[in-house]
Each structure stands twice: as C-alpha cells, then as structure tokens.
C-alpha cells in the first residue's frame, strides 16, 4: 500500500468516510431542475408553509445522492458496477441544515462465489436524528 492509501473496507466493523454537507435552497433548486421534481413543497415557501412540515424541504433523492458519494469514494469501480441499495427515508431534510452521511460494513457474504459487504448506511442531522437508514450491498471480491 502506497503512502496515504486507504483500504478498501470490506470487514466488519470497518467505517466509511462520511460525506458532510449543508443543504441549501440554491441545491435543492439545482436538483429541482436536473430531476425535473418541481413540486412546490420544494421550491415554493408559501405552499411549503401550509404543509406539515411548515417550510420547504429537499429532495429525499438529493440527500439520498450524498450516500451514493460516500460508497462510490470508498469502492471506485464495485458501487457502480454491482452495489445495491435499501433504505427508509425517515425525515425530511430542510435547507440550511447540516447532514453527514455514516457507514460501516456488517457483515461480509458468500454470494455466487463473490464476496458482498452489507453496509449499514444513512444519513443523520447534527441533531442525531436519522434522515436515511438502510443497508448496501457491495462485491468486494479481490480486495
């Protein structure tokens, strides 16, 4: 391993790199147009004050993409080419709030001969409530 080279986690108990962020309105606009999802609870604060949530909210996908970030830095080539995801959105994400994704591996799995990483995976507020929860599923084989 070359100096500042990290290995690839793919034992339990291994940990991603988190992704941290602060959502903002303009990102959520920005996804609201890359989508096509122009639904006013997203964009429009007068609509988006009358709904439970009282404000505007990200896009549940928009927040979704920062985990996809954190798998595709930790397995480069795997994520794309056989990763899997299942998840909950549990909360809504309001701009200005800071998020940070987490993952650590859970088990590793025989799957056809390939060895697959269960990663428990989400997304959580400063405040510590979970955003996004759910496992990945990676081929880690060779690594």
Known sequence: MTAGARRTPSEP????????RTITQAQVEAYADAAGDHNP???DPDFAEKTPFGRRIAHGMLTLAMVSEMLTSAYPDRWAAGGRLK???RGPVFPGEAVETFGEVTRVNDSDGLRVAEIAI???KEDGSDVITGQAYVPVDGE
Do not use: A, M, T
């Open 41 to 43: 609870i997203h964009l």
């Open 122 to 124: 989400g997304v959580r």
């Open 13 to 20: 108990g291994d940990v991603l790199i988190p992704v941290v």
């Open 87 to 89: 998840v909950r959105f």
